[in-house]
């Protein structure tokens, strides 16, 4: 019986590192792997003679996607340190804060991320460029040099 191996070591579009492992045998699947591994950055070493106060700067560049959560517990871990308890309205505003960052993050991820593969294009780029072209298109606009203008013809 026939076994083909697919391999693909690095997986686009995906956080951290990943990989996809498929065994076929004959006309069936017998093993599926896929891997998702979040490689070690060592911001901890950057943080090494530096002020406390510096700790949420420097630990919010950790991720680009979600540089709140990162920050925030910095946040928390100087808390605690010096005893602090935050509660009341600014507790509520850091859990608005967090809240704006999931829905970004999440809207990051479908349009970014997952919809160029759903709807067939290469990149994210191309699919904004065309969806500026269909409502430009729609709206009227007209394009004059190097831009859109607001003015229909």
């Known amino acids: 019986m026939n076994t083909k191996t697919i391999k693909v070591d690095y997986l686009a579009r995906v956080e951290g590192e ?36 510096e700790a949420p700067d420097i630990t919010a560049r950790i991720c680009g996607i979600c540089p709140i959560a990162y920050q925030m517990s910095a946040v928390h871990a100087m808390e605690d340190a010096f005893g602090v308890h935050v509660d009341g309205q600014l507790r509520a505003l850091r859990r608005l804060v967090y809240c704006g960052e999931w829905i970004e993050s999440h809207v990051l991820h479908i349009f970014m991320l997952h919809a160029p593969d759903f709807l067939g294009y290469p990149d994210a780029i191309q699919r904004f460029i065309l969806s500026m072209c269909a409502l430009a298109a729609f709206t009227g606009y007209r394009r004059s040099r190097n831009s859109l203008s607001l003015w229909s013809n």
Do not use: C
């Open 18 to 53: 990943g990989a996809l492992y498929v065994k076929i045998r004959g006309d069936k699947i017998t093993d599926v792997q896929f891997k998702i591994f979040e490689p070690p950055r060592f911001f901890e070493a950057f943080l090494r003679g530096r002020m406390y106060s």
